[in-house]
């Protein structure tokens, strides 16, 4: 008998036909005799549609509200699924995370999670229930509800297993595992039998949203048994994170990330003196803004232009508060861009491997893609181009690098 985590995503409930098939998927596990408990997301659209609402009342809605707000879809879904279950003749019982007492800090609509008290939780299994509880959301100590950021179930499931010491946590989604690449953009894409926890957190904080980043972490920290694959499936191993290499060959790069969620700011025509990074990027941080890439060129008259990224949300305050460094560092002008995207290869086995960053280079000059800025680690390298190359580019990459499916397979 084992205790499983299972987390299914927004499409995988996405109907009450749907919710039907996660209750007999979910009576299968039982039926063999195991302990299961489920952790949903809200029916797919429905946060969006939520958020859109706010929105309509508010420009900017007050976070507090909103986290009430959004709150909400995941605990429509809890209700459904413990209904479904029931029909079916198993015992279940759904709960909301602040029943739970999922504890998070108080950050709302990015909260992080402090503890969980799996007690209640534990009663409920051994007394042969299924238990149900809603992703994505937790309480803080004042007993405000919060949220954990968009994908945010992945995290409350993989918490939550950790808490349980589980024996394994599977994540349920609209795909069967991971793959090379996001599917939808390249169809070659190939599914990964396993992948690095490494190479997971990478692509998950470059921007593959199969998994959100924070239940990547946690899966870590507590060395979590995480599997992720397909609740429309009947078979099929998923995709497992693996904590050790495997000892074989690893191919040079595992997969492709990108993302459009940043945009770059340009100091024009700075002086080129000591300091200067300082006393632009110090306001930013004052401001709380988060920088990813910087790029700052040798000035040759004595000025030159310094780049930086950040969220796309933040571009505006960005701006507004290099306008005020402008002035005091006498820089030229400051520029803001939305229209760019960033797109990542990544791979344990890029440390055994020379010449991979020319290699990629190569690729993009020979499809005539410019690239902004470049950023490496141990494991990846990431380049910042045009928004309207994005695609372009991760399907000559994922073509370079041998990723797509071969003609056979
Ligand atoms: P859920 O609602 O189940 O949480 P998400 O939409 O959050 O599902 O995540 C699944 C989606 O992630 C897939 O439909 C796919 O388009 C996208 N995705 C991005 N990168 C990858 C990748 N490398 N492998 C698989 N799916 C990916
Ligand atoms: N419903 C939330 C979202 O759409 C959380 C999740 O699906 O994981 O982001
Ligand atoms: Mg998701």
């Known amino acids: 008998m084992a205790l499983i985590v299972q987390k299914y995503g927004g499409t995988s409930v996405g109907s009450v036909e749907r919710i039907r098939n996660v209750a007999e998927r979910v009576a299968k596990f039982k039926m063999l005799g195991h302990q299961v408990v489920v952790v949903v997301s809200a029916m797919s659209g429905e946060t969006n549609r939520l958020i859109a609402l706010a929105k309509e009342i508010q420009k900017e809605p007050d976070p507090r509200e909103l986290d009430v707000l959004l709150s909400t879809g995941e605990q429509v879904t809890i209700a459904l699924l413990a209904m479904a279950l029931k029909d079916l003749g198993?015992?279940?019982?759904?709960?909301?995370?602040?029943?739970?007492?999922?504890?998070?800090?108080?950050?709302?609509?990015?909260?992080?999670?402090?503890?969980?008290?799996?007690?209640?939780?534990?009663?409920?299994?051994?007394?042969?229930?299924?238990?149900?509880?809603?992703?994505?959301?937790?309480?803080?100590?004042?007993?405000?509800?919060?949220?954990?950021?968009?994908?945010?179930?992945?995290?409350?499931?993989?918490?939550?297993?950790?808490?349980?010491?589980?024996?394994?946590?599977?994540?349920?989604?609209?795909?069967?595992?991971?793959?090379?690449?996001?599917?939808?953009?390249?169809?070659?894409?190939?599914?990964?039998d396993t992948i690095t926890f490494e190479e997971m957190l990478e692509l998950a904080s470059l921007g593959s949203k199969v998994l959100q980043i924070r239940s990547v972490e946690f899966a870590g920290k507590y060395q979590v048994k995480l599997r992720v694959l397909s609740s429309f499936a009947d078979e099929g191993e998923g995709t497992l994170i693996t904590f050790e290499e495997d000892s074989m060959e690893q191919p040079v790069i595992t997969g492709i990330a990108f993302n459009r969620d940043e945009a770059k700011l340009t100091v024009l025509g700075v002086p080129d003196k000591p300091g200067i990074a300082a006393h632009i990027l110090g306001p930013i941080a004052d401001a709380n803004i988060d920088v990813d890439m910087i790029v700052q060129n040798v000035g040759i008259d004595g000025t030159t232009d310094f780049s930086f990224t950040v969220h796309r949300n933040e571009m505006k305050k960005a701006l507004d508060v290099l306008a005020m460094v402008k002035s005091a560092i006498g820089a030229r002008d400051v520029i803001g861009d939305d229209r760019i995207a960033k797109v990542s290869i990544v791979g344990v086995g890029m440390r055994n491997h020379a010449g991979v960053a020319g290699m990629m280079f190569k690729t993009l000059a020979q499809e005539n893609i410019n690239i902004q800025m470049i950023s490496t680690s141990e494991i990846k390298i990431s380049v910042i181009v045009d928004d309207k190359y994005m695609e372009l580019a991760v399907r000559a990459l994922h073509q370079a690098f041998g990723l797509d499916r071969s003609p056979a397979a």
Do not use: M, W
């Open 90 to 192: 198993l015992r279940a019982k759904s709960y909301t995370g602040a029943q739970v007492r999922i504890v998070t800090d108080s950050a709302h609509t990015k909260a992080r999670i402090l503890s969980i008290d799996e007690n209640r939780i534990r009663e409920d299994l051994a007394s042969g229930h299924v238990v149900v509880v809603a992703g994505f959301q937790g309480i803080d100590e004042a007993g405000n509800i919060t949220t954990l950021g968009r994908g945010g179930s992945d995290t409350t499931g993989v918490a939550l297993a950790a808490a349980l010491k589980a024996d394994e946590c599977q994540i349920y989604t609209d795909v069967d595992g991971v793959y090379t690449t996001d599917p939808r953009i390249v169809p070659d894409a190939r599914k990964l």
